[in-house]
């Protein structure tokens, strides 16, 4: 997404990034194909050769991760390790990979990305400099 199209409470956020996801396979009968979000990612192949497989194995690593996590949280609470799928990943998860780069503002109300909730399950964050947090978590 270019630098200035997405916006927050109103605001215009100033980032830009890329949403990825899994690749679908063949014959694929997921209940979200052909929504914008599910379906052939659009790697810039030519420019970034190495990006394909970097992403996708990612995703799959994180995927496995936040798979691990779940059963975990759900055998700690007391229920049967496959419980929390059952209940909140039914199917399967969906896994919606983000990275954003946020340049430099000059001459702008607001920077970045204001105060927001997101709409996943789990996410498994990674940051190369200072700047997340957590005000609250909502259960």
Same mark, same amino acid.
Request: net charge neutral; proline share 5%.
């Given at each position: 997404?270019?630098?200035?199209?997405?916006?927050?409470?109103?605001?215009?956020?100033?980032?830009?990034?890329?949403?990825?996801?899994?690749?679908?396979?063949?014959?694929?009968?997921?209940?979200?194909?052909?929504?914008?979000?599910?379906?052939?990612?659009?790697?810039?192949?030519?420019?970034?050769?190495?990006?394909?497989?970097?992403?996708?194995?990612?995703? !799959?690593?994180?995927?496995?991760?936040? *798979?691990? =996590?779940?059963?975990?949280?759900?055998? #700690?609470?007391? &229920? @049967?390790?496959?419980?929390?799928?059952?209940?909140?990943?039914?199917?399967?998860?969906?896994?919606?990979?983000?990275?954003?780069?946020?340049?430099?503002?000059?001459?702008?109300?607001?920077?970045?990305?204001? !105060?927001?909730?997101?709409?996943?399950? *789990?996410? =498994?964050?990674?940051?190369?400099?200072? #700047?997340?947090? &957590? @005000?609250?978590?909502?259960?």
């Amino acid at each position: 997404m270019s630098r200035g199209r997405e916006g927050s409470k109103g605001i215009t956020v100033q980032k830009e990034g890329f949403y990825g996801g899994p690749e679908p396979r063949p014959n694929d009968k997921h209940e979200l194909k052909g929504l914008p979000t599910y379906g052939k990612n659009q790697f810039p192949d030519e420019d970034v050769l190495e990006m394909r497989h970097l992403v996708l194995d990612y995703i !799959e690593k994180a995927t496995k991760l936040g *798979l691990t =996590i779940t059963e975990t949280v759900g055998v #700690g609470i007391g &229920w @049967d390790k496959w419980e929390m799928r059952k209940r909140f990943l039914k199917s399967e998860p969906f896994q919606l990979f983000r990275a954003f780069k946020y340049s430099k503002c000059e001459g702008v109300e607001s920077c970045g990305i204001g !105060e927001h909730s997101d709409f996943s399950f *789990l996410a =498994i964050l990674s940051r190369n400099e200072p #700047g997340v947090s &957590w @005000d609250s978590i909502m259960v």
